[in-house]
């Protein structure tokens, strides 16, 4: 509705009455979609700001602006200190006219097609948004339009009343056709119509709220609004009132995607955690898989790949894997250790699933301070993820950890510099194993050994930035650099460990937790 032509016709009629005989001083444009013109007479100035961005196009009237030194581009220099003749709307047309003794500059407020024209003469000579070049064809005097306001022609039209007069605009007219819905007489309705296209030109001018942003009206709603009779204070404010709640809104939508995001990564986790635990329970586990094979080694042959035995938990036959080239009390030693670590994982398991549920208890109640937060001051409880900067010149994001430093390579050729180029013998290597990921080193401190907090970090994160990240728990591989080395066959990031170590890991992203 701001940009209705019955509005811009009083903005126009307001600004000549204001402003003809001020000149052009300066016409910059300092982001796409803006451009800014200062009009100046000896002591005074006065400033317009025209944003023609696709999803709102608005006039305002800034009562001063900085010019950025950086980014800032001089445009439509022939209208430099011409004189404004005359402020006028072009007939039926939502386009403003400034008119000049040589030139007409024009705002064409179509929405998000929205420009803004030089004309000389009859043809236009220059345009501010060079994508919609069809406009350097508009010719000035076909902005002028017409309408037949005819008892007769209303009759020929009463099917469709935006044909009969199309610059009223649908929401005017549903406006009026909902107020006078119980007429049936079509005289009474077309004036009615009449007197209420007239009280358009005189109402007070209303700024209402709908669906949280502001609504600039003419007529009579009946809703909560401030009343204006000055059209640039009233465009004023309802531009830098749009402009706030569209910033609100706009954060509040990115809020509640983030959180939603967020939300539904630990409700994944939690189903999927909740199947791995069950699992882990209910099956047969290490230690007694152990038992089995010892409870009879006197039946298991060496060289076995794999033997059927009898569970006596379960109380039926299963499937034990071997390892061939391992004694019978060996491969029950491995299930044994196997067991232990099994342990650990169902203990960490079900303490990450009771992080994971308080986690998501915490996300769905900020969700709902979002949802309900009705200013940006309230949005500020809601803690914002701050992005850090990135040397994209460097093989490996750094973290640093208790003093010691530790890098992740970010891809297969970059593991292979971060390990190879840049790693010294005595930093400690990690990398989860028998799985594709990201070469991880700790820097090593002279004098200083790796301690266990340290090694668990980078173990949690050579996890999460590998193949196997969604594991409750992950195997990852460790070493000193010195016993790592790469033959020419292999692909970029395979290695060979002369040495290793191996210890159980929670896959953790500590780069952005941190």
């Known amino acids: 509705m701001h940009n209705n032509y019955f509005f811009l016709n009083r903005l126009a009629n307001y600004l000549n009455g204001s402003f003809k005989g001020f000149r052009f001083g300066e016409i910059f444009s300092q982001n796409k979609d803006e451009l800014i013109i200062g009009l100046y007479q000896t002591d005074k100035s006065f400033y317009i700001k025209a944003d023609l961005s696709p999803q709102f196009s608005c006039l305002s009237f800034p009562e001063n602006f900085s010019r950025s030194k950086k980014n800032s581009v001089d445009l439509f220099n022939e209208l430099l200190d011409q004189t404004i003749i005359q402020i006028k709307t072009s007939q039926n047309d939502r386009s403003m006219q400034f008119i000049c003794e040589n030139y007409v500059l024009v705002f064409k407020l179509y929405g998000n097609r ?274 850090k900067p990135e040397n994209l010149n460097l093989p490996y994001h750094s973290l640093p950890a208790e003093g010691f430093y530790i890098l992740v390579g970010k891809n297969a050729r970059r593991n292979d510099e971060l390990t190879f180029k840049i790693a010294h013998k005595n930093d400690l290597w990690l990398h989860a194993k028998d799985s594709p990921g990201s070469h991880v080193i700790i820097r090593q401190k002279p004098g200083q050994k790796f301690t266990a907090n340290v090694i668990e970090k980078a173990a949690s994160l050579a996890a999460f930035f590998s193949k196997r990240k969604t594991e409750s728990m992950v195997p990852v591989s460790y070493t000193e650099r010195k016993f790592v080395r790469k033959t020419k066959d292999l692909l970029p990031g395979q290695v060979i460990l002369e040495k290793e170590s191996v210890i159980l890991a929670e896959p953790v992203n500590w780069l952005e937790k941190d």
């Open 114 to 387: 929205s420009n803004v024209l030089v004309f000389k003469g009859n043809d236009c000579i220059r345009i501010f948004k060079k994508k919609f070049d069809k406009d350097c064809l508009i010719q000035l005097n076909n902005l002028d339009k017409k309408h037949d306001l005819s008892f007769d022609n209303f009759q020929r039209n009463i099917d469709n009343l935006n044909r009969f007069i199309p610059t009223l605009g649908k929401e005017n007219m549903d406006f009026f056709l909902q107020k006078n819905k119980s007429i049936s007489n079509e005289k009474e309705l077309w004036e009615k119509l009449i007197e209420f296209i007239d009280n358009l030109q005189t109402n007070k001018i209303r700024i209402t709220t709908e669906n949280d942003l502001p609504r600039l009206v003419l007529y009579n709603n009946e809703k909560e609004g401030k009343e204006y009779n000055d059209p640039v204070k009233a465009l004023n404010d309802f531009y830098n009132e749009y402009i706030k709640q569209h910033h609100l809104s706009t954060t509040k939508h990115q809020l509640r995607q983030e959180l939603h995001s967020q939300i539904k990564k630990r409700e994944n986790y939690i189903i999927k955690g909740e199947k791995k635990l069950s699992e882990l329970i209910e099956g047969v586990s290490y230690h007694q898989m152990a038992d089995i094979v010892m409870a009879n080694l006197h039946q298991i042959k060496g060289g076995l790949s794999e033997v059927e035995l009898f569970d006596f938990y379960q109380n039926k036959n299963i499937l034990i894997k071997l390892k061939k080239d391992l004694s019978p009390q060996k491969n029950a030693e491995n299930y044994y250790r196997k067991g232990k670590n099994q342990k650990i994982e169902i203990n960490k398991l079900k303490e990450n699933l009771e992080t994971k549920k308080q986690e998501l208890l915490a996300l769905k109640a900020e969700l709902m301070v979002v949802s309900q937060a009705d200013n940006l001051k309230d949005l500020k409880t809601i803690k914002k993820k701050e992005s």
